[in-house]
């Protein structure tokens, strides 16, 4: 993933997309930052890893759009949508609703989950097969619907 935001810095530079430049440079600077903490702790940062920092960007984006809308900053809204945009490019496709309902109940059965106690040990297993590809705000709701009802 790392040589693809290289190559993607350098054809923004060549192509002269300032906004492609500006994401890609920020989502550089965050990886570094989880680089040096990770030295830190005497490890490197995996793709999965990776992948939760761009959704963690993304979150942040749309919350701001949110305010941005409400607010009625159109043009402040507009640079975080193309944020949104560049960032969304280098997560894999999320999956659908259908799609998050049956990982949850193969999880709940991987897991043998019975109760809402079990609810960490059902989202670690779906952390482990799709990070990035889920919104675990969304999965932890309807995983402890699952468990509860």
Known sequence: MRERFTADLKAAMKSG???RVETIRMIAAGLKDRDIEARGQG???SDDEILALLQKMVKSRQESLDIYEK??????AEKE???IAVISGYLPQQ???AEVAEAIKAAIAETGAASIKDMGKVVAALKAKYTGRIDFGKASAAVKAALSG
């Open 95 to 97: 999956l659908g609703e």
């Open 43 to 45: 490890k490197s940062l």
């Open 81 to 83: 949508r193309a944020e």
């Open 17 to 19: 997309d300032k906004q």
């Open 71 to 76: 607010a009625g900053r159109a043009d402040l």
